[in-house]
């Protein structure tokens, strides 16, 4: 069974940075794109970042890229996404997401269950 | 980017209805949809992927279809535990914003 497990989430001051993991189990880690999500409570969902099978190619949204760092670590079966100079605006809660192939960009089957970021003075 | 417009927002519909969400595709997509069910507090499903195939272990009352920039999620018989908010999500091609804004199906 696929599990995917997000933690390091907080309050943050505006500004701050903020280093979320994601470890996963169930599956062969080194074969699939993973990906981080994110929701405003009561919003839609958002895309933040993926990143391929082999680290070899590595997206972002709009929002976030120059401020959020993506990185994985096949001997750990981690995910990890370092948030710099955060904004309000980046409170939400994210998701860690497996990819259902090994390229950056598709869809998504399975899910962790979320950590909340908030960030605020 | 490739946008993507779902409707309608929200849905109120009684359970045995058949509803039908859409989703519409600013540039054709081919048939790169996928579709998630969102259960308050409850992390994102997929249901269908490819806009049509059901991923496995979805009921059979939920049905996708269509292709290029226009694209139906059926249930066809809505049950207690389907209401809930749906998604689209295309991945033909990178985009900053690959998720429809959601449907919210509520009780009638």
């Known amino acids: 069974e696929v599990q995917l497990v997000e933690s390091g989430g907080g309050l943050v001051q505006p500004g701050g940075s903020l280093r979320l993991s994601c470890a996963a189990s169930?599956?062969?880690?080194?074969?699939?794109?993973m990906h981080w999500v994110r929701q405003i409570p009561g919003k839609s969902l958002e895309w933040v970042s993926s990143?391929?099978?082999?680290?070899?190619?590595?997206v972002y949204a709009d929002s976030v890229r120059g401020r959020f760092t993506v990185s994985r670590d096949t001997a750990k079966n981690s995910l990890y996404l370092q948030m710099n100079s955060l904004r309000p605006e980046d409170t939400a809660l994210y998701y860690c997401?497996?990819?259902?192939?090994?390229?950056?960009?598709?869809?998504?089957?399975?899910w962790g269950q979320g950590i909340l970021v908030t960030v605020s003075s | 980017d490739v946008q993507l417009t779902q409707s309608p927002s929200t849905l109120s519909a009684s359970v045995g209805d058949r509803v039908t969400i859409t989703c519409r595709a600013s540039?054709?997509?081919?048939?790169?949809l996928a579709w998630y069910q969102q259960k308050p507090g409850k992390a994102p499903k997929v249901l269908i992927y490819k806009s049509s195939t059901l991923e496995s272990g979805v009921p059979s009352r939920f049905s996708g279809s269509g292709s290029g920039t226009e694209f139906t999620l059926t249930i066809s018989s809505l049950q207690p535990d389907d209401f809930a908010t749906y998604y689209c999500q295309q991945y033909h091609l990178y985009s900053s914003d690959p998720f429809g804004q959601g449907t919210k199906v509520e009780i009638k």
């Open positions: 990143i391929s099978w082999n680290s070899g190619s590595i």
């Open positions: 540039q054709s997509i081919s048939n790169w």
């Open positions: 169930g599956f062969t880690f080194d074969d699939y794109a």
């Open positions: 997401a497996k990819g259902a192939a090994s390229g950056p960009v598709y869809y998504y089957d399975s």
